[in-house]
């Protein structure tokens, strides 16, 4: 008898109708002798819904009481699911995260899940019922409910089977699997069927919108073996665990990108030690993430440029605080929004000589001007234009072999 986690995302709870399809599958499961734990999302748009209120009474609106409005969506949800299998014959009861309880630590809006009590629910699983559990929430040790983040959900599934220690945690979205790229943006993009934590975590980071990144990372560390499906067809999915389990017959797997960045350069900063050490502490204090840097050789031993890439959404933040920093001196500063992050990931990178030059004369064939460059083992990085993303993406999974 197999222990499950199955999680089903905003748009396979979409409706009553789907609703009720999603618990046909849990019944399958639960036919088969499964032991079965239900994590579940809000309905598609609820949370924005959600933010959308809170809004409408202030931009600046009490990050507690934001938690506790954000989280009924999945509350409602895990209800309407547990009724949805009582209908159809299934014992099945919904759990607030208050109730089990789960157990976060950090600030309101960014908590992570640090402890499940598992004896209640182990309990229920033993008399054969099915546990529906909301994910994105717990509450914290001065019982305040907390949330953990956009597309949180992934990381309540993870979290929980790794406290449970289930056989597998199987996460349900509206696509079959995990693509080569973007299959709304580019036709030939194929599934793939099995995948490494460390190739999944690389494109989840670079902007691949399938499973929230720090789910990832965290069946990595415990090796938990994830599956990615779709709620509406039968296919099989892609299967997440670890590269030595995989045969590679490509050197890329996937091309992910991004256009969620920007770019900054300092000109004219002073070529010493301990100033870019000064230039990004204030980074650290500021909650800043920075992610590409580049810095230029010095021609006169005295100054630099220096650039580096953080999220769009902090560039204001980031000019402020640069401008407000009295440690640093530079001559001049300019900045790029309008700018897309594009990177091929592979495991099969590793032992492959090539693949950098293959990267950048396929870009410099189709005229696109490379601004910045990331490299890992795994993964090769680059910053462009935004107006190039497309048919940067399509090029490099073209000579990649992806098509």
């Not at 299998?85 to 919904?94: A, M, R, V």
């Not at 943006?185 to 919108?209: F, Q, T, V, W």
């Not at 909650?287 to 031993?301: E, K, L, T, W």
Request: hydrophobic share 40%.
């Amino acid at each position: 008898m197999a222990k499950k986690v199955l999680k089903f995302g905003g748009t396979s709870v979409g409706s009553i109708e789907r609703i009720q399809h999603v618990a046909k599958i849990v019944k399958k499961e639960h036919d088969n002798d499964h032991k079965i734990i239900v994590v579940v999302s809000a309905m598609a748009g609820k949370t924005n819904e959600m933010i959308t209120y809170s809004k409408s009474i202030s931009e600046s609106f009490n990050k507690r009481e934001l938690d506790v409005l954000l989280s009924s969506g999945e509350q409602v949800t895990s209800a309407l699911m547990a009724g949805a299998l009582n209908e159809i014959g299934i014992k099945s009861k919904s759990w607030m995260n208050w109730q089990i309880p789960i157990l976060t630590e950090g600030e309101h809006l960014n908590s992570r899940i640090i402890n499940v009590s598992v004896k209640k629910i182990n309990e229920y699983l033993s008399e054969g019922g099915v546990a529906i559990i909301p994910g994105f929430q717990g509450i914290s040790s001065t019982g305040d409910i907390t949330t953990i983040g956009r597309g949180g959900s992934d990381a309540s599934a993870v979290a929980i089977a790794k406290i449970f220690d289930t056989d597998t945690c199987e996460i349900y979205t509206d696509v079959e699997g995990v693509y080569s790229t973007d299959p709304n943006k580019i036709p030939l993009a194929k599934k793939i069927d099995k995948i490494s934590y460390e190739e999944m975590l690389e494109l989840s980071s670079l902007g691949a919108k399938v499973m929230q990144s720090s789910a990832v990372q965290t069946a990595m560390i415990y090796s938990i073996p994830l599956k990615v499906r779709s709620t509406f067809t039968s296919r099989d999915g892609t299967e997440i665990f670890n590269k030595e389990n995989i045969d590679y017959k490509k050197v890329v797997t996937g091309v992910a990108y991004s256009k969620d960045d920007a770019k900054i350069t300092l000109i004219g900063v002073q070529d010493k030690p301990g100033v870019a050490a000064d230039i990004f502490r204030p980074f650290d204090e500021n909650q800043i993430n920075v992610d590409m840097v580049i810095q230029n050789v010095s021609s006169d031993g005295k100054t630099t440029d220096l650039t580096f890439t953080i999220k769009r959404d902090d560039l204001k933040k980031t000019l402020d605080t640069l401008k407000s920093n009295k440690n640093i001196k530079f001559k001049n500063l300019s900045h790029n929004d309008k700018v897309s992050k594009i990177s091929v990931v592979g495991a099969g990178m590793v032992a492959t000589p090539g693949v950098t030059y293959k990267m950048f004369r396929g870009l410099a064939d189709e005229n696109i001007n490379i601004l910045a460059i990331s490299t890992s083992e795994i993964k090769i990085s680059v910053i462009i234009n935004e107006n190039d993303t497309l048919k940067a993406v399509k090029k490099l999974h073209t000579i990649f072999d992806l098509d």
